[in-house]
């Protein structure tokens, strides 16, 4: 890129317009990585209840040791950026790339959008619920369309506050002819503040930018405490006149990934349009009575675990083509994953 000098430069300059972070503050802030590059989080297994018997020993049911299992959080995304404002370039600009600004520009220009398209890729690979559907969405189907998403956050009895349905600006289109939608108008200026166009079954809705947002989904509804996006150092630097440089050395840092919990992950739901050249959701694969795993989907890999942990999250998770433990009480549960595609569903299958 080059360094233009002209005889006189407008004292304003003109930037590229870009979003706030439109997940910043809306996933859980519950768990902290201060200090930290992993967090190990432990989900306990409870039991099933059982009829209380009125005589006899262990009258409570015969005792068992509480289980768990280990969900090991590593972040990932460590970026930066430098950049330098010479002194005689600047002068020869009549002086309009003032360091302080420049620096902002390029955190709103670059840094939130390229940590925001990750966080939302992440969200789409990792929910706990990826639905399939080759159906357009239509301005007639797409209410019934989102009310199967938040039917099946009910069903698994995830909160009702704290849901957010993003949607891209196509998808938004459509959703804001129906009589559902309420418009942020009627919301108050606050709401315009946090980001949101309105509000749809009592959901807030944000709309993302298609730079953002992942190819081929449709729409995503995520209850607030059901995923994590830790940001743990975001800091930027303006040195004057460093050794070396006549000017500003501008620089800046972001260490941060997005995580789901394994224990609330049917609180990220997903639909994805596999119509005709879109995108591929794994089908959930079969496991045959000695282990074995095989998929519908062509050059799939497996990941699985058996203690009874969820593949997707779980630390004890391993990768094959068939169980390594197939003793008869066994329970094995296995997913299917494939480059460019979104991950199956999870299935469970005991050892006779």
Not at 174 to 187: G, P, Q, T
Not at 321 to 337: D, K, L, N, Q, V
């Amino acid at each position: 890129m080059a360094v233009n000098l002209h005889e006189k430069y407008e004292k304003k300059i003109q930037s590229v317009f870009r979003e706030a972070s439109l997940l910043n503050g809306r996933l859980s802030g519950e768990y902290s990585f201060k200090g930290a590059k992993t967090v190990k989080l432990t989900i306990p297994q409870t039991v099933p209840m059982v009829d209380y018997v009125r005589s006899g020993a262990n009258r409570y049911g015969d005792p068992q040791e509480m289980q768990d299992s280990i969900q090991e959080m590593t972040l990932t995304q460590d970026k930066a950026f430098s950049l330098t404002i010479d002194k005689g370039n600047n002068l020869e600009q009549g002086g309009v790339k003032e360091a302080g600004k420049m620096l902002g520009l390029q955190v709103r220009e670059r840094a939130i959008p390229l940590s925001d398209t990750y966080g939302f890729s992440k969200l789409s690979e990792r929910a706990g619920t990826i639905v399939a559907n080759t159906e357009a969405l239509t301005k007639s189907n797409i209410c019934d369309r989102i009310s199967e998403g938040t039917l099946s956050l009910d069903e698994n009895e995830i909160p009702q506050e704290g849901r957010t349905l993003f949607v891209p600006a196509p998808v938004y289109k459509l959703l804001k002819h129906s009589d559902e939608f309420m418009r942020v108008e009627s919301l108050g200026e606050k709401a315009l503040a946090k980001g949101q166009v309105g509000l749809y079954d009592n959901m807030t809705v944000v709309k993302v930018p298609a730079s953002r947002w992942p190819a081929n989904v449709n729409f995503m509804i995520v209850q607030k405490q059901c995923a994590a996006f830790p940001v743990t150092l975001s800091e930027t630097k303006l040195h004057r006149d460093p050794p070396g440089i006549s000017g500003n050395l501008l620089e800046g840092r972001q260490i941060y990934d997005l995580f789901v919990f394994a224990s609330r992950a049917a609180g990220v739901y997903v639909e994805v349009d596999t119509g005709s050249g879109k995108g591929t959701v794994c089908a959930a694969p079969k496991i045959s009575s000695v282990g074995a795993f095989t998929c519908d989907t062509s050059g799939v890999s497996y990941r699985y675990t058996t203690d009874g942990s969820d593949p997707r999250y779980s630390a004890s998770a391993r990768v094959g083509t068939s169980s390594s433990i197939t003793a008869p009480g066994t329970m094995i549960r296995a997913y299917a994953f494939k480059e460019g595609a979104f991950p199956s569903g999870v299935t469970s299958y005991t050892i006779a």
